[in-house]
């Protein structure tokens, strides 16, 4: 084709993109003349006359291309031509001819059943699979069918499908999850997840190969049920005993979900199976954090003694780094004593560390100088990692501490200026963090010259980040009664519901979210008031109905707010909705 034929098949099909279609007409007539060979300019004028009704003339040329050689996709075409006219009686034959065509060509099946797809007439696509199942038993349709059927809404059988596939090529497994995965929610009495597990059983029972008891642990983990996730990852390390990823990787998500009662029953099963110092150090670590959390003086002394047991055993080195950190912040922040942590991290800074290593550390040195509101020797650690790993995501973070530390002492002008820079900030986590501070500062500091209220509010601040959560929450008290009404007052009562939460008074936390609403409606801190409400109501407070229609206000009055899809996923899930 000429340069100049492309350009002009370039226009034709620009036009055609408007919905131009007598213009697109024109020239592609023009081009089918011109080159009457070609099958592409055929097929797209067929296409126009459908568009422009001109059934007639678009029967033509179908008919034209099915006299020259017989295509059972064009003969599928002429079916659909007489479809849209909506003569069904005229369309059936000519589908059931193709479909007849697979008999004795089932090297076709795929493309017929595709163009069936493609004008959405589903149902034949399925009869063409389904006949496929026995006349090519060596091939599987089965990926196919599953997608037509969640077109359908037909979910049990898109489910059913899936699983065959599965059967069919084990390895693509994590790729049915991902399909799968828009179907169920985190209720395990949704329709949906019902039909999965119920499948899922059946498969157990029939062939217990593995990969039915990751589904089903893949299952039960997307409805955070970790313990019966657990189940399932015994039976499979029983069957496949060389690798422990995915039972520490579930141990680590129970964690992180505050299933402690299931994180340790995990972590202790990892000791008891493996001799991996990896992850006998990790599991250490986490059963010690998580005893931490709820930890009284005298548990905190067993906890202590436990850790210096695993130094004992383990010894001091660049292996067990982690450990040797988690220990730090354990006697900074819950044995309160700075001193004894510093002595020790200082020691880990002797050790033949990395340079992101040895910044590791000094972050946290300089958080429990922070701690100890010795600020300037704690921005003089923040300023040398800047130094020394630039433009790094651990450099970033020191700069945000940087700013944050210079909020705590009262330094609110050279805060604002570090925290424009870490408005854009590649991790947005610290983007996010920085913006909420710099609007904090802004929006309060010009209010009294004193800066009295914000001067407060970071005390406050760094009361929380001490780990004293009753002396932040008495300052706030404070705050709130000396300067009622002050454009501090709604982010003093979100800080304060959140330390409220913090220490389990959860009924003062919800009147504190509920004033916020009340009183500043229209506030900036508006949609996190109500979405962590209606967390609380969903959780802590077990009031899922409130919890309901706090998340439908975000879903109806803040479509911007960050909280927008997590609320809508929370909602459609209190209402038994299946998610997709």
Same mark, same amino acid.
């Given at each position: 084709?000429?340069?100049?034929?492309?350009?002009?098949?370039?226009?034709?099909?620009?036009?055609?993109?408007?919905?131009?279609?007598?213009?697109?007409?024109?020239?592609?007539?023009?081009?089918? /003349?011109?080159?009457?060979?070609?099958?592409?300019?055929?097929?797209?004028?067929?296409?126009?006359?459908?568009?422009?009704?001109?059934?007639?003339?678009?029967?033509?040329?179908?008919?034209?291309?099915?006299?020259?050689?017989?295509?059972?996709?064009?003969?599928?075409?002429?079916?659909?031509?007489?479809?849209?006219?909506?003569?069904?009686?005229?369309?059936?034959?000519?589908?059931?001819?193709?479909?007849?065509?697979?008999?004795?060509?089932?090297?076709?099946?795929?493309?017929?059943?595709?163009?069936?797809?493609?004008?959405?007439?589903?149902?034949?696509?399925?009869?063409?699979?389904?006949?496929?199942?026995?006349?090519?038993?060596?091939?599987?349709?089965?990926?196919?069918?599953?997608?037509?059927?969640?077109?359908?809404?037909?979910?049990?059988?898109?489910?059913?499908?899936?699983?065959?596939?599965?059967?069919?090529?084990?390895?693509?497994?994590?790729?049915?999850?991902?399909?799968?995965?828009?179907?169920?929610?985190?209720?395990?009495?949704?329709?949906?997840?019902?039909?999965?597990?119920?499948?899922?059983?059946?498969?157990?029972?029939?062939?217990?190969?593995?990969?039915?008891?990751?589904?089903?642990?893949?299952?039960?983990?997307?409805?955070?049920?970790?313990?019966?996730?657990?189940?399932?990852?015994?039976?499979?390390?029983?069957?496949?005993?060389?690798?422990?990823?995915?039972?520490?990787?579930?141990?680590?998500?129970?964690?992180?979900?505050?299933?402690?009662?299931?994180?340790?029953?995990?972590?202790?099963?990892?000791?008891?199976?493996?001799?991996?110092?990896?992850?006998?150090?990790?599991?250490?670590?986490?059963?010690?954090?998580?005893?931490?959390?709820?930890?009284?003086?005298?548990?905190?002394?067993?906890?202590?003694?436990?850790?210096?047991?695993?130094?004992?055993?383990?010894?001091?080195?660049?292996?067990?780094?982690?450990?040797?950190?988690?220990?730090?912040?354990?006697?900074?922040?819950? /044995?309160?004593?700075?001193?004894?942590?510093?002595?020790?991290?200082?020691?880990?800074?002797?050790?033949?560390?990395?340079?992101?290593?040895?910044?590791?550390?000094?972050?946290?040195?300089?958080?429990?100088?922070?701690?100890?509101?010795?600020?300037?020797?704690?921005?003089?650690?923040?300023?040398?990692?800047?130094?020394?790993?630039?433009?790094?995501?651990?450099?970033?973070?020191?700069?945000?501490?940087?700013?944050?530390?210079?909020?705590?002492?009262?330094?609110?002008?050279?805060?604002?200026?570090?925290?424009?820079?870490?408005?854009?900030?590649?991790?947005?986590?610290?983007?996010?963090?920085?913006?909420?501070?710099?609007?904090?500062?802004?929006?309060?500091?010009?209010?009294?010259?004193?800066?009295?209220?914000?001067?407060?509010?970071?005390?406050?601040?760094?009361?929380?980040?001490?780990? /004293?959560?009753?002396?932040?929450?008495?300052?706030?008290?404070?705050?709130?009664?000396?300067?009622?009404?002050?454009?501090?007052?709604?982010?003093?009562?979100?800080?304060?519901?959140?330390?409220?939460?913090?220490?389990?008074?959860?009924?003062?936390?919800?009147?504190?979210?509920?004033?916020?609403?009340?009183?500043?409606?229209?506030?900036?801190?508006?949609?996190?008031?109500?979405?962590?409400?209606?967390?609380?109501?969903?959780?802590?407070?077990?009031?899922?109905? /409130?919890?309901?229609?706090?998340?439908?206000?975000?879903?109806?009055?803040?479509?911007?707010?960050?909280?927008?899809?997590?609320?809508?996923?929370?909602?459609?899930?209190?209402?038994?909705?299946?998610?997709?």
């Amino acid at each position: 084709m000429s340069s100049a034929a492309q350009h002009t098949a370039e226009q034709a099909e620009s036009y055609y993109e408007k919905g131009a279609f007598n213009k697109a007409l024109i020239i592609y007539e023009s081009l089918a /003349k011109q080159y009457p060979n070609s099958y592409n300019y055929r097929i797209k004028l067929i296409d126009i006359h459908q568009q422009l009704e001109q059934y007639d003339k678009s029967e033509t040329i179908i008919r034209s291309i099915l006299e020259q050689r017989y295509n059972p996709m064009i003969e599928i075409m002429l079916g659909y031509n007489f479809q849209l006219q909506d003569r069904k009686d005229r369309a059936n034959p000519h589908y059931e001819n193709a479909i007849a065509f697979t008999d004795e060509h089932p090297n076709y099946i795929y493309s017929i059943a595709r163009k069936f797809e493609e004008y959405a007439l589903l149902e034949r696509a399925i009869q063409v699979y389904e006949k496929a199942k026995v006349l090519t038993p060596q091939k599987d349709y089965s990926i196919q069918l599953a997608k037509i059927y969640g077109d359908q809404g037909n979910v049990e059988q898109m489910f059913s499908n899936y699983i065959t596939y599965i059967a069919y090529a084990p390895s693509h497994i994590n790729s049915i999850k991902r399909a799968i995965s828009d179907f169920i929610s985190e209720n395990s009495e949704n329709e949906n997840n019902r039909y999965l597990r119920r499948q899922l059983l059946k498969r157990i029972q029939q062939e217990p190969s593995t990969y039915w008891y990751e589904m089903l642990s893949w299952l039960y983990i997307q409805e955070k049920a970790y313990q019966k996730a657990f189940i399932q990852e015994k039976a499979l390390y029983k069957r496949q005993p060389e690798s422990l990823y995915r039972i520490i990787e579930l141990a680590s998500l129970a964690h992180k979900d505050h299933d402690d009662a299931t994180a340790k029953t995990i972590y202790n099963f990892i000791l008891d199976v493996t001799q991996n110092l990896g992850a006998v150090l990790s599991a250490h670590q986490a059963l010690l954090e998580i005893d931490t959390k709820t930890a009284d003086l005298q548990q905190l002394e067993t906890i202590n003694e436990n850790y210096k047991g695993l130094f004992k055993t383990y010894g001091k080195n660049e292996r067990n780094l982690d450990l040797q950190l988690a220990y730090g912040k354990f006697l900074a922040f819950h /044995k309160k004593d700075p001193n004894a942590a510093t002595t020790f991290l200082k020691q880990s800074l002797t050790l033949n560390l990395t340079k992101f290593e040895e910044a590791e550390v000094k972050l946290l040195l300089a958080d429990i100088l922070v701690l100890q509101e010795k600020f300037n020797e704690a921005l003089i650690f923040y300023s040398q990692i800047q130094l020394n790993l630039k433009n790094s995501p651990i450099a970033q973070e020191a700069r945000f501490k940087v700013a944050k530390t210079s909020y705590y002492k009262g330094d609110f002008d050279w805060a604002e200026s570090q925290l424009k820079i870490l408005k854009s900030s590649t991790s947005q986590l610290i983007a996010n963090d920085a913006l909420d501070l710099k609007l904090l500062i802004s929006d309060n500091k010009y209010e009294d010259s004193t800066q009295t209220a914000l001067k407060s509010y970071a005390k406050a601040d760094l009361l929380a980040f001490q780990n /004293k959560p009753k002396a932040a929450i008495s300052l706030l008290d404070q705050l709130l009664k000396a300067h009622q009404g002050e454009s501090i007052t709604d982010q003093a009562l979100f800080k304060q519901a959140q330390l409220f939460e913090q220490t389990k008074q959860f009924d003062k936390a919800e009147a504190n979210y509920l004033q916020l609403i009340k009183d500043y409606k229209d506030g900036i801190l508006a949609d996190d008031a109500h979405y962590h409400l209606a967390e609380l109501y969903r959780t802590a407070l077990d009031q899922p109905e /409130k919890a309901k229609d706090y998340y439908e206000i975000i879903l109806f009055k803040y479509q911007d707010s960050i909280y927008f899809v997590e609320a809508r996923r929370r909602f459609r899930m209190l209402r038994g909705d299946f998610i997709n």
